[in-house]
């Protein structure tokens, strides 16, 4: 199947820096990417959509100026949490769309902030 | 409102039995259906998909039946393993550019030895 990735893995900082996380289709490429957040025991929150070359779209109570993100290639897409806190302590995963409708998820990012 | 449910939480079946997890929308919308299994931790992993158009869809141990009439979904998984045991999430998706996947809430899915 289709193979996204995610880097880092794990990224710990302190309260009010910026934090980079970034997603790659290996295999395939995709005009759309989508950001989650995983709260814990809970489904994923989509965060946004993002289209190659055009300005993400946020889901409502997504702040655009905290969660920037940029996909600037067909393969690469990356969400920079700005001024970050600890409440945005959580699992990100971002997704790949192939050109079809099914989605594929990278391995997540475990973001703790101190 | 939820729009795609997953109404049990949990579900524990014996090696070598089948599995049987089920999946309920509302919106008539809806044209493509997902099945994703997911470990704490890790991002989902894509098992099997159903366009509206289909009612079955196989592949090897896994099989998703769709009932569009009662807006029901299932997935089969025979036989079980016991790697098998995850939370398995189904999604859904309407025909907009973006399609965008509503997922339902998980069913944790144990699998005996």
């Known amino acids: 199947g289709a193979v996204v990735s995610q880097h880092p893995s794990r990224v710990i900082c302190k309260s009010g820096t910026s934090v980079k996380i970034e997603c790659r289709s290996l295999?395939?490429?995709?005009?759309?990417m989508f950001w989650y957040r995983q709260f814990p025991k809970q489904s994923l929150m989509l965060m946004a959509t993002s289209n190659e070359g055009s300005k993400a779209t946020y889901e409502q109570g997504v702040e655009k100026d905290k969660f920037l993100i940029n996909h600037a290639s067909l393969t690469l897409s990356t969400l920079t949490v700005t001024s970050a806190h600890p409440e945005d302590s959580s699992f990100y995963i971002c997704?790949?769309?192939?050109?079809?409708?099914?989605?594929?998820f990278g391995p997540g990012t475990r973001l703790t902030v101190l | 409102d939820q729009q795609v449910k997953q109404n049990s939480p949990s579900l524990s079946v014996q090696e070598g039995r089948i599995s049987i997890l089920n999946c309920d929308y509302t919106n008539s919308m809806f044209d493509y259906f997902l099945w994703y299994k997911k470990y704490p931790a890790e991002g989902p992993t894509f098992l099997i998909s159903?366009?509206?158009?289909?009612d079955k869809n196989e592949d090897g141990r896994f099989t998703v039946f769709l009932n569009k009439s009662a807006k029901h979904l299932s997935l089969h998984i025979v036989p079980s393993q016991p790697g098998d045991s995850a939370v398995y999430f189904c999604a859904a998706s309407d025909s907009g550019s973006a399609r965008q996947l509503t997922f339902g809430s998980g069913t944790q899915l144990t699998v005996l030895p």
């Open positions: 997704s790949a769309r192939d050109p079809g409708p099914t989605q594929y």
């Open positions: 159903i366009s509206s158009i289909k």
């Open positions: 295999d395939f490429q995709a005009t759309t």
